[in-house]
């Protein structure tokens, strides 16, 4: 599968995007249960990191087939597939909760890595209303044409099997499944006034299930959000304490397993809302 993907648009059904699971598969179906998830005509999005830190790994990876439930590639899948295939590599994955993968058979572990190569590294979705981007961690420039040309330069080499150490493939890694400019912007820039931290706290007390907390500030500070050529992004890699939608860009890491906290799962294609 190429790198990226483009997803037509879902007409029978709801169209959710999830943030990081890490593993927490009981959490997922709890909450889809909440909201009667219809497996017949919804549809799952993840936004990478389903592995590591959980009970059930393998599980969550073993729902993805990029038909009814998509998933985009994350860094910690990226140190998993680097785990099996570089040496010395498998150190930063056991560090950050991999270690269940090294307990599985070689021959598990070969499957499971052929298998998450094949995912994309960004989803574009018809949503009815718009085009959607999905990507992990950033978007470079605030461009969605920064992304698919960066895709696009690595794309034959990463269906040939190159390793995630090659110089041009960890270069679009690093922008795309590990980089923190725009959420790091979102905390120094859009957090900090009294105003959003107030409103934030309230949203927190009242929040229903999928809502999002949208944030308010000048047209300056919210410039780097408003990302070029999409008119939706949706991204995880780094926590936030709900889910945050400013300027085109949505933030859903919202799920470390602490009392209180749930996963952020939002319908995108605004005629089933």
Not at 44 to 69: A, H, I, T, Y
Not at 105 to 130: C, L, N, Y
């Amino acid at each position: 599968m190429a790198t990226l993907l483009k997803v037509r648009r879902n007409t029978k059904g709801r169209d959710l995007v999830v943030g990081d699971l890490h593993g927490h598969l009981s959490q997922l179906r709890r909450q889809l249960e909440d909201i009667q998830f219809n497996p017949g005509i919804d549809r799952l999005f993840f936004l990478g990191d389903l592995v590591d830190r959980g009970p059930d790994s393998e599980d969550l990876l073993s729902m993805v087939d990029q038909r009814s439930c998509f998933s985009v590639i994350g860094n910690h899948e990226a140190m998993m597939i680097a785990g099996l295939e570089d040496a010395g590599a498998d150190l930063l994955h056991r560090m950050n909760g991999g270690e269940w993968f090294y307990r599985l058979p070689a021959e598990r572990q070969a499957q499971t890595v052929d298998r998450v190569r094949s995912w994309p590294w960004a989803i574009e979705m018809d949503t009815g209303a718009g085009r959607a981007g999905l990507v992990h961690a950033n978007v470079p420039g605030s461009s969605w044409g920064r992304v698919t040309e960066q895709l696009d330069s690595i794309d034959a080499l990463w269906q040939s099997g190159i390793s995630l150490s090659d110089q041009a493939v960890d270069c679009v890694a690093k922008q795309l499944l590990w980089n923190r400019g725009l959420v790091s912007m979102l905390y120094s820039d859009i957090l900090v006034s009294e105003e959003n931290r107030q409103s934030l706290a309230d949203h927190l007390l009242s929040r229903q299930p999928g809502e999002e907390w949208v944030a308010r500030a000048s047209p300056e500070r919210l410039s780097p959000f408003h990302i070029s050529d999409m008119d939706a992004v949706y991204m995880g890699h780094t926590y936030v304490p709900a889910a945050i939608h400013v300027g085109s860009c949505h933030f859903l890491d919202t799920y470390r397993e602490e009392p209180g906290e749930t996963l952020s799962i939002v319908c995108v294609n605004p005629q089933f809302q």
